[in-house]
């Protein structure tokens, strides 16, 4: 996928379990069958400013599969977004989604995940 996809939409409630594992997210709806599901280094703007994000694009597997969204940790922010239009460009596929045995490897593998966004040299 080349860089600069972008996915819109209106920020809904979730299961809470991203905010529970310290990284909140904002979750999108995605009709859009064309774009692979995985991890993804992204980036939001927010009231005019951009904030550096890790989306994953699936069906989060690690928790019970469900219906396939975008969940996006915008690093840097800690406002309220439910209900906002929300505009994400996926810059660069980081790794596939997959299954963690635990939660606590799921919450390594996204601060894992944020690390390599913030290094990004795609800011």
């Not at 991890?39 to 019970?64: K, M, Q």
């Not at 505009?87 to 995940?113: G, P, S």
Request: glycine share 10%; proline share 3%; aromatic share 6%.
């Amino acid at each position: 996928m080349d860089s600069g996809v972008w996915i819109e939409g209106e920020v809904r409630h979730g299961r809470m379990l991203g905010r529970e594992l310290g990284f909140p997210t904002a979750n999108l709806d995605v009709d859009d069958e064309s774009i692979p599901d995985g991890v993804y280094v992204s980036r939001v703007v927010i009231d005019g400013r951009e904030y550096r994000a890790v989306s994953n694009l699936g069906s989060n597997p690690s928790v019970g599969e469900g219906p396939r969204h975008l969940e996006t940790h915008v690093i840097g922010f800690s406002g309220d977004l439910y209900g906002r239009v929300l505009r994400v460009e996926l810059l660069q596929k980081i790794r596939d989604e997959r299954k963690f045995a635990t939660l606590e490897e799921l919450r390594r593998q996204i601060e894992t995940d944020c690390r390599m966004v913030m290094s990004s040299l795609l800011f």
